[in-house]
Every structure is written in structure tokens, then in C-alpha cells.
């Protein structure tokens, strides 16, 4: 990986799948990436958690390989946790034939990192306001209906992922004037028609 390439997202499996489909650990999991290191009781302050619950989460989640001491950090006996990678990424063929206990799991994921774009996008919506007007025109909520065969919206996934991992590996520095951190939610599934 070169000096300004982001890591890729890491693929779920089953195990890692355990240790992550819970609401509040998958939130402690985005603040670390989206604001860096942090302690239990920072994550409990910023959160709105005890930091007796986000002790036991955070640990969890170390356990399942997402979350590490950043010992740097830490001084005596405050404990500073960083996420590992920045990203997750899900193929729903990796689980077609689990057990039910993985299935539901699943739907908790699903579920919690919908209501995470949700969150995000009302973020945005409620603070473009206070962005440059670069920033306010390079945003996009866009909506687009196609007619797709599953091997086309499959061929389509792949390459609108392709083009993400392109601009992954475009990161400029931090010090380029208006350079931000952006996310970009994607959402392709079939709609019921009469």
C-alpha cells in the first residue's frame, strides 16, 4: 500500500459477522473511523452509552479483529481504541446458506447500516449550509430507476465499486486545501410493480 492509499473495506464473514451485528458497536465502529482514536469513555460521552457498555463492546469487537489499542496514545492506565480498517464490505452470496442464528445477525447489520445512512444523509442535509459552495455543488442525492437482468445490476455493482476504489486510491494529503473525508452510500435492489 503506497504512502496515500486507504486500506479496502473488509469483507464480512460469518465470525466477523458475530462480533459486529449489534447496534452500538456497530456505532462505536464508524466513531473511531470517522474521528480517530478514542478511550471508552469519550465513545460513552460522544454516543450517549455508559462507558461500562462501551468498554464491553469496544473489547468485543477487538476480539473479531476491528477495533486495536492505540497504545500511542494511551498514558497510565486510560486505554485508547483505533478501528483497523475503514470499511466493511458485504456479499450477501457469502451467507445464502447459513444457519438461522447468522440470518438474523444478518438482518441486524442490514438494518443498522441503513439507519447509518439515514443518519449520515440527515447530517449532511441539515449542515450543507454551513459547507463552501465547491463542496455544496460537489454533493449528490441522486435517484435513478433502470430496467436490469441480476447479472446486469451485478456487472453494475462491480463497476460502480471499481470507481470507488479508483478515487480510494487518488487520496490526496491532508493539507490540500478543501480536501474532506466524503462517504458514498450505494443502494441497488429490485422494486415490486404491478
Known amino acids: ?21 449489534h447496534p452500538l458497536r456497530m456505532q462505536l465502529l464508524d466513531a473511531l473511523r470517522q474521528h480517530g482514536p478514542a478511550t471508552a469513555s469519550q465513545l460513552a460521552e460522544r454516543l450517549g452509552e455508559s462507558s461500562g457498555a ?3 463492546h469496544l473489547r468485543q469487537l477487538a476480539e473479531h479483529g ?19 480498517d475503514q470499511g466493511i464490505s458485504y456479499d450477501s452470496a457469502d451467507f445464502e446458506d447459513a444457519s438461522p442464528e447468522i440470518r438474523g445477525l444478518t438482518e441486524v447489520f442490514l438494518q ?24 455544496t455543488r460537489s454533493s449528490d442525492m441522486s435517484d435513478m430507476g433502470l ?10 455493482i462491480e463497476k460502480m465499486h471499481a470507481l470507488v476504489d479508483d478515487y480510494r486510491n487518488r ?13 458514498v452510500h450505494t443502494h441497488l435492489f429490485p422494486l415490486k410493480t404491478d
Open 66 to 84: 476491528f477495533v486495536e489499542d492505540a497504545p500511542e496514545r494511551g498514558k497510565g492506565r486510560e486505554r485508547w481504541w483505533q478501528a483497523v
Open 171 to 183: 487520496v490526496p494529503d491532508k493539507d490540500t486545501p478543501e480536501s474532506q473525508q466524503v462517504r
Open 1 to 21: 500500500m503506497t504512502e496515500h492509499e486507504e486500506p479496502k473495506p473488509r469483507r464480512l464473514d460469518a465470525r466477523s459477522l458475530r462480533g459486529l451485528a
Open 54 to 56: 462501551t468498554s464491553y
Open 147 to 156: 430496467r436490469l437482468t441480476p447479472e446486469l445490476a451485478f456487472e453494475l
Open 112 to 135: 443498522e447500516a441503513a439507519a447509518r445512512h439515514t443518519r449520515e444523509l440527515a447530517a449532511w442535509l441539515g449542515t450543507r449550509d454551513q459547507w463552501s459552495p465547491a463542496w
